[in-house]
């Protein structure tokens, strides 16, 4: 079994920055896929940002130039930078895992991020 927790959503103004962070821990052998996905009220989540398997980033096009994943592979822990905020970024963002062996998918609690105009 595997959990994800995240933190670091809040409110803030646009044109601000946030971080968010998420943890995985459990028993698990090796990652595949980690990354951030979104949903805003009314609409399909999203992929924001992710790592590949071969460790590669693949960002959704509305992010790209502002938001940055990295990883702590040794803490088994994502980041994701959100610069130059915007209100529509407004959403529940996601925490998502898929272990390498089994292709099994996790998905965290979410976190709120508001931006306000």
């Known amino acids: 079994q595997v959990q994800l927790v995240e933190s670091g959503g809040g409110l803030v103004q646009a044109g601000g920055s946030l971080r968010l962070s998420c943890a995985a821990s459990g028993s698990f052998f090796s990652i595949n896929t980690m990354g951030w996905y979104r949903q805003a009220p009314g609409k399909q989540r999203e992929l924001v940002a992710t790592f590949t398997s071969g460790g590669k980033t693949i960002y959704a096009d509305s992010v790209k130039g502002r938001f940055t994943i990295s990883r702590d592979t040794y803490k088994n822990t994502v980041y994701l930078q959100m610069n130059n905020l915007k209100p529509e970024d407004t959403a529940v963002y996601y925490c998502?895992?898929?272990?390498?062996?089994?292709?099994?998918?996790?998905w965290g609690q979410g976190t709120q991020v508001t931006i306000s105009s």
């Open positions: 998502n895992l898929v272990l390498h062996t089994t292709g099994s998918l996790y």
